[in-house]
């Protein structure tokens, strides 16, 4: 498989442009990118542009502090679908996580699954760098048992984003129905390679050109 398969190529920023989008989606299409990932503005607009590809269009609610209620994720989830989003990037609320309130993440993990259900992936950002590693292993298990279909690590908007350790603690802590995306400072074909190769099944990062075009000079693109 190629690595272009494992990436999700990110724009995100708040000043994106239209225009920055288009060509955002015309990468995608060029290089055979996984997904394109944008806030839930320009979802229809990136529906438009891939039609007719395999490309999906990832789209985030909760962005980026995660700090808004399980309902109104839910509501931003299925507006987001409605328009024709096919994967969802959560943030999980990290001020209940801090606050020791492991229950009420799940619940709003469960709520989430359960609204998208066969309708699009849900992928739950758990922001790593402002957790302890028991916290992030008390995370692997609030994925795993409610039902979501991925863990990520960041949302590239706090202090840090994927480091290998953290891709390495969820691949031991995580149960086998949930797969890992590592985000946020991706910026090597290196990189991307050892992520994948210590468990990561998908890349964030809106670096991805690079890593494309060096994908293309090596013959493995």
Do not use: W
Request: include cysteine; hydrophobic fraction near 40%.
């Amino acid at each position: 498989m190629s690595i272009a398969s494992y990436i999700d190529h990110t724009l995100l920023k708040p000043d994106a442009t239209g225009e920055q989008i288009d060509q955002l989606c015309a990468e995608a299409r060029e290089y055979g990118f996984a997904s394109v990932c944008v806030n839930p503005y320009y979802v229809a607009r990136c529906v438009k542009n891939l039609k007719g590809t395999d490309v999906k269009v990832c789209t985030v609610v909760g962005f980026p502090l995660g700090a808004t209620t399980a309902e109104s994720k839910a509501f931003e989830a299925l507006q987001a679908i409605a328009s024709g989003a096919k994967q969802i990037d959560m943030v999980m609320n990290v001020c209940a996580m801090k606050s020791g309130h492991t229950k009420a993440i799940e619940q709003e993990i469960q709520a989430l699954a359960a609204a998208v259900e066969g309708q699009a992936i849900l992928k739950v950002i758990i922001e790593t760098c402002l957790l302890t590693d028991e916290e992030k292993i008390q995370l692997c298990k609030c994925v795993t048992d409610s039902g979501a279909d991925y863990i990520k690590t960041s949302t590239g908007f706090s202090t840090a984003g994927a480091t290998f350790a953290d891709v390495e603690l969820f691949a031991k802590h995580v149960g086998k129905n949930v797969k890992i995306k590592a985000a946020g400072g991706i910026s090597s074909l290196e990189d991307a390679e050892k992520f994948i190769q210590l468990g990561a099944d998908r890349l964030g990062t809106s670096r991805v050109v690079k890593i494309a075009k060096g994908l293309a000079n090596d013959g493995t693109y």
